[in-house]
């Protein structure tokens, strides 16, 4: 069934991987509207054969009972694609096999043979589909914009890219490349290719097996996330699949680290006997069901958690869980509401209270205190530890254990910022403490604050949040001499499709000779902080962004990224009226505990828990 660029793209790569090609290449004009070309080093057509390769039902692949079942309720017969391809296109067939000294070429226009002659090739096949649907309108009609039927098929690719890690993959469109492949067989250098060297070097692997079952693969560490998930590939027994069970699997393994609508980037292989799924749905859908579904989840659940568990980000946050359980395991007052999109939603309603030491280490603390009590607390803020994390045992790690620190506090009011007005912060001496963090305290708490991620916190709720309230305008800088920034191949595309995201946060820009982007105006929050390194640096981060992807995601993207790369670096020393002033702004913001990219901000220390500490 021939319906778009995409299903052509799919017909012709299966094509040469059938015909052992170890390398391919894609390029498309206009996205495969006007060009499709597919050429492979495979084992190409034998000259006298060339017509009947476009001849409805004839194949040269002979193949057993259950492929042809397979044929009969998926794609209809084999040795079809090719023919109905040509029937709607103008096609070019070239192709040599290693045993001929000449190739051959055969032209075929709207399913008429125009061409068949001899012609001085290299081994391998080229198919050439120009002006696909030329002849039937309707089904033009049903195409959507270049860069979505593009898109479309850069991630079919980067799915098969992933599946045959030994062959190297090209896809050139409009003589740009938008994903290339080394062929070495390696899977990790193929995530590398499509994620970047960034996000590529952090991923840890997954490697599960539960006989007769196994899962492999990659995962991002949760920092690394999307909005969607197109950086997620699934594949079982080798074959990409899209499957909610999968889905949710991957989800609910990532839930205590990644809110809802946050996405870990990763390829996951199952490995499963084959009577366990069942592959009898249209294959372009990508969709299976199984004969366990529950098994094939835990399976997959399972594996994941323990890669993730793995990840340094989920150590840390167990320490800061267990700090949080020690110390104050309450949102920072005025915190943003759960459904603030601003906000981390990272940060759980309320921490649980997993140990903060090491496994095998004995902890200082009486594990048999009585249990927290249930029943509401009176107090202003719930201080109450949350019941021990059911999962932990099962991700492997250390059994919670209660901390014996249980008790609602009745008599102890925290300073509560109102959300009318900035609150009264009062806040005595800020330190700096290994030019990375900062020391402050108020008459009723101390607060030990990551610097980095607290400014960047501080920008990301500037930039995003504030748009959310709609208090656009207004807040910009205009530079005293526009900033240009010389563009990279590429980068042009970038700026236009991000142009609108630019403009919505407070830029004001435009695209110059060069090419070149022309800054002159920034949002008044990051001035004096936009950097030729800068742009650059959020524009490599935007390079694997689909930019097809809705403004809203867009302006968040952009956001997080313009925040994280413009705030004051770990390591940085700070005049002190300058984290005087960190301090101040983080405390008397609307704010939540993390920064955009999960990490905590403040630790806080309430009398009432320091009180406890010291056992009083
Ligand atoms: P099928 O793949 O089901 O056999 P197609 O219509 O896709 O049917 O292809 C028809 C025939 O053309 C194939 O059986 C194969 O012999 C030949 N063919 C198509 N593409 C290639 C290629 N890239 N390399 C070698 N042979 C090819
Ligand atoms: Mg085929």
């Known amino acids: 069934m021939i319906d778009r660029p995409l299903s052509v793209v799919k017909e012709l790569i299966e094509n040469s991987l059938d015909a052992g090609a170890s390398q391919i290449e894609i390029s498309l004009a206009d996205g495969g509207r006007r060009l499709i070309r597919v050429s492979d080093n495979g084992a190409g057509i034998p000259f006298d054969e060339l017509p009947l390769a476009v001849k409805p039902h004839c194949t040269s692949k002979i193949r057993g009972l259950d492929d042809i079942y397979y044929s009969l309720t998926t794609l209809g017969f084999r040795g079809e694609a090719l023919s109905s391809i040509a029937a709607v296109s103008h096609l070019t067939l070239t192709s040599r096999t290693a045993a001929e000294e000449l190739g051959g070429r055969l032209e075929v226009s709207g399913g008429a043979l125009v061409r068949h002659e001899r012609d001085n090739l290299q081994p391998g ?4 589909v120009r002006d696909l649907f030329f002849n039937t309108p309707a089904r033009l009609k049903f195409l959507k914009s270049r860069q979505s039927e593009t898109s479309q098929i850069s991630t079919l690719l980067s799915s098969y890219a992933l599946a045959y890690p030994e062959v190297r993959w090209s896809l050139v469109s409009q003589d740009r490349t938008v994903l290339s492949t080394t062929g070495d067989g390696d899977l990790y250098g193929v995530l590398l290719d499509l994620l970047g060297s960034e996000v590529g070097e952090k991923l840890v692997p997954v490697d599960f097996e539960f006989p007769p079952q196994a899962v492999s693969g990659y995962i991002s560490p949760p920092q690394y996330h999307r909005h969607n998930r197109q950086r997620q590939w699934y594949f079982i027994n080798r074959r990409p699949v899209g499957n909610k069970l999968l889905y949710k699997a991957v989800d609910d393994a990532v839930r205590e680290f990644l809110s809802a609508g946050k996405f ?14 069942d592959v009898n749905v249209h294959p372009m859908k990508r969709e299976v069901s199984f004969a366990q579904p529950q098994g094939i989840y835990s399976l997959l659940r399972t594996a994941v958690s323990r890669a993730v568990g793995q990840t340094a980000a989920a150590r840390q946050r167990q320490l800061t869980r267990g700090l949080a359980a020690v110390i104050a395991p309450a949102k920072f007052p005025g915190a943003a509401p759960a459904d603030d999109p601003g906000s981390d939603p990272d940060t759980p309603p309320g921490f649980q209270a997993l140990p ?7 902890l200082p603390l009486d594990p048999a205190a009585p249990p927290a009590p249930a029943g509401p607390p009176p107090a202003p803020i719930d201080f109450r530890p949350r019941p021990p994390a059911p999962t932990a045992a099962s991700t492997g790690q250390p059994v919670s254990v209660s901390l014996g620190i249980g008790q609602p506090v009745s008599q102890y009011t925290a300073p509560h910022p109102s959300e009318s007005g900035p609150p ?29 991620a607290a400014h960047e916190r501080i920008l990301f709720e500037g930039l995003y949040a504030r748009l959310q309230a709609e208090q656009r305008g207004g807040m910009r800088q205009r530079l005293l001499f ?3 920034i010389e563009l990279l191949p590429g980068q042009a595309e970038l700026v236009q499709a991000f142009g609108p995201a630019l403009t919505a946060l407070g830029f004001a820009c435009e695209l110059g000779a060069g090419p070149s982007l022309v800054v002159r105006e920034v949002p ?9 390194e800068l742009v650059h640096g959020v524009f490599s981060e935007l390079a694997e962004q689909d930019t097809s992807t809705l403004l809203a995601d867009q302006i968040k993207e952009l956001a997080a990224s313009l925040a994280c790369r413009a705030a004051i670096k770990a390591g940085e020393r700070l005049p002190p009226d300058e984290c005087y002033a960190l301090v101040q702004q983080l405390l008397s913001r609307r704010s939540s505990l993390s920064c955009p990219h999960g990490r905590p901000t403040l630790i806080r220390l309430g009398v009432e ?3 406890r500490m010291f056992l009083r």
């Open 356 to 362: 903060l030491y090491e496994e095998g280490q004995a």
């Open 264 to 277: 870990p980037l990763g390829a996951f292989f199952l490995e499963l006997p084959p009577e366990e799924i």
């Open 609 to 611: 828990e320091l009180r």
């Open 482 to 484: 526009p900033l240009i």
């Open 524 to 532: 008044l929050l990051l001035a004096g902080r936009v950097t030729v």
């Open 424 to 452: 009264e912060v009062g806040i005595g001496m800020v330190s700096q403490i290994g030019d990375s963090f900062l020391l402050a305290a108020t008459n009723h708490e101390v607060y030990l604050i990551d610097q980095h």
């Open 125 to 128: 096949t080229e198919l050439e």
